[in-house]
């Protein structure tokens, strides 16, 4: 029941929230991205809107993720591979 906008990239991703940062209800992204990786987009995205909900996938483990983003309110963490009900859970958390 959601719409999804896609990004091949972290720039991408950026300047499309950029466009519809006031329609979009959640993030999920990569920490692994092309020309801007996920920590980066992440930080330019709470610039625009610093209350959206963000899921970042990854398949290496959660530390890099838990000291690169410590403290950051509205965020999880999917290990990949993951289920799509892993995903939906979290959707519902953070929704």
Not at 20 to 31: E, F, K, P, Q, S
Not at 53 to 79: D, K, M, N, T, W
Request: net charge negative; with cysteine; proline share 4%.
């Amino acid at each position: 029941g959601m719409d999804v906008i896609e990004a091949n990239n972290g720039r991408v991703a950026v300047e499309r929230f950029r466009e519809r940062a006031d329609t979009i209800d959640v993030v999920v992204m990569d920490l692994t991205m092309p020309e801007m990786d996920g920590e980066q987009a992440f930080r330019e995205i709470r610039r625009v809107r610093e209350d959206v909900p963000v899921i970042f996938s990854s398949g290496y483990g959660p530390l890099h993720f838990e000291s690169a983003l410590a403290g950051q309110s509205q965020v999880c963490f999917l290990r990949k591979p993951y289920l799509a009900e892993t995903l939906v859970g979290a959707l519902q958390q953070l929704l």
